[in-house]
């Protein structure tokens, strides 16, 4: 039986328009043997649950560059509940200040990565946590 | 397997669906198990294929057409199989189709599922049809497939879909690239997408010529006016399909109503000439084979001593065996067939 590919959402909500980060994690994980979806600029909350929703994805990565993480994030994991995707792997990237990481991680949020964070750091956070998750 | 999950299905519960999609994408046993359920309620959604060269704007076409479907009176639902490669190398892929159907997100009925080919030639990936089946009973009217941006041989989805719409664009060829054999044969319905860019018309005449050249013994179509609607022209059932040569800007929705008539109109046509069930007949048969093949390929393989494969390899790598002649061994020296 082939194995279980890990399947990925990469969403950038809000209004900023810098997605070179979403992109070049997306790449990462891509070459990672991961299977990647990238949904493109100014998804709304619920754009993101419904795509994490049709495509069955054990991942959710968010790259928040607006400094609205604070609204968003909490928006997101809310929406994703609705729809019965709260247990996703989630992940936010991009220029979130020191001081807002411990709420976000309460909030739901499992790994925070700033700028500069290694993609393979990245890879190896997923993978852990998927193999966790199948022996559970 | 959960019973509980094809219930919920039945009832069009979304993550259901999305779960089974998964199973069957992994071929797991609850995979098999649900497509064997699911298959006596098959059969009834139209299955269109939309295939073309990368870049030549499938995935704004699909989201073009969907949009326009969703905004009829008793609008059908729609499902949405979008197939990106794998990479050869790393096995992971990146889907990125839903960047180009932004209208489409915010909409309950319609449902886009991205996926990887994995591995699979031809345009599709293995677990395509079973996904189109999966939609079909899950009560979709209308699937639209989009293959990978494909170059001129990857016709699978002709196989799996009763309407096939080949993207071409502006400036891609000349007449000699459109009397080759393959992608352009398996249109039902041709499009020359960005049609605002020059050579439009140029485009446009060599696929008509093309199709001329290939319909002008067969058919008694060609004393039909050219200005008579798609759909006056081809109800008639008694006469073959000839592929109209439509020109659209998809982000710009230009030309999409004109191209779901010629859809709707393929549709009749295939219903009133009875090559609908021809279709299905077809399709059907190639399922029931490639499923033998693999079953008699796994048979094979599990009745093999260990090592033999590598051994016999060995051999006609060193030139001391043909490949035929390995493969009349392996087989014979196979317990399990």
Known sequence: M???????????????????????????????????????????????????LQEDVDV?????????HNVLVPQVIQKLREVGKGNVFLFVGGIIPQTDIPGLLQAGVKKVYG?????????????????????? | MSTELLENLKKGDRLALSRILSQVESQSEAGSQALEALFPFTGKAHKVGITGAPGAGKSSLVNALAHQL???????????????????????????????????????????????????????????????????????????????GAGQAEVDVVNLAHTTIVVDTPGTGDDIQSIKAGILEIADILVVNKADRPGAEQSVRYLQA????????????????????????????????????????????????????????????????????????????????????????????????PGLFEETLQAVVERKMSPESAAQYLLEASQGL
Not at chain 1, 115 to 136: F, H, L, N, S, W
Not at chain 2, 96 to 108: E, I, N, T, Y
Not at chain 2, 117 to 130: K, S, Y
């Open chain 1, 60 to 68: 959710v990565g968010l790259s928040i560059l607006s400094g609205a």
């Open chain 2, 210 to 305: 093309m199709l001329e050249m290939g319909y002008s013994r067969s058919s008694t179509a060609g004393h039909h006016a050219p200005e008579a609607s798609i759909t006056e022209t081809l109800r008639e059932s008694t006469r073959p399909w000839v592929p109209p040569v439509l020109k659209t800007i998809a982000i710009e929705s230009q030309g999409i109503e004109e191209l779901l008539e010629a859809m709707q109109a393929h549709r009749c046509y295939l219903i009133e000439s009875g090559n609908w069930q021809v279709k299905e007949r077809q399709a059907l048969q190639k399922a029931i084979q490639r499923a033998i093949a693999q079953n008699l390929i796994n048979r094979w393989q599990e009745g093999l001593s």
């Open chain 1, 2 to 52: 082939p194995e279980k590919k890990i399947r990925v959402l990469i969403a950038k909500p809000g209004l900023d328009g810098h997605d070179r980060g979403a992109k070049v994690i997306a790449h990462a994980l891509r070459d990672d043997g991961m299977e990647v979806i990238y949904t493109g600029l100014r998804q709304t909350p619920q754009m993101i649950a419904e795509a994490a």
């Open chain 1, 115 to 136: 700028p500069g964070t290694d993609t393979r750091k990245v890879c190896q956070d997923i993978r852990a946590a998927m193999a966790e998750r199948q022996q559970a």
């Open chain 2, 70 to 148: 969703r905004r009829q009176q008793d609008a059908p639902r729609v499902a949405i199989i979008a197939v990106d490669p794998t990479s050869p190398f790393t096995g992971g892929a990146l889907l990125g189709d839903r960047v180009r159907m932004p209208d489409l997100q915010q909409d309950p009925g319609v449902f886009i599922r991205s996926m990887a080919t994995r591995g699979a030639l031809g345009g599709l990936a293995a677990a395509t049809e079973a996904f189109s089946q999966v939609f079909d009973a899950a009560g979709y009217d209308i699937i639209l497939i989009e293959t990978v």
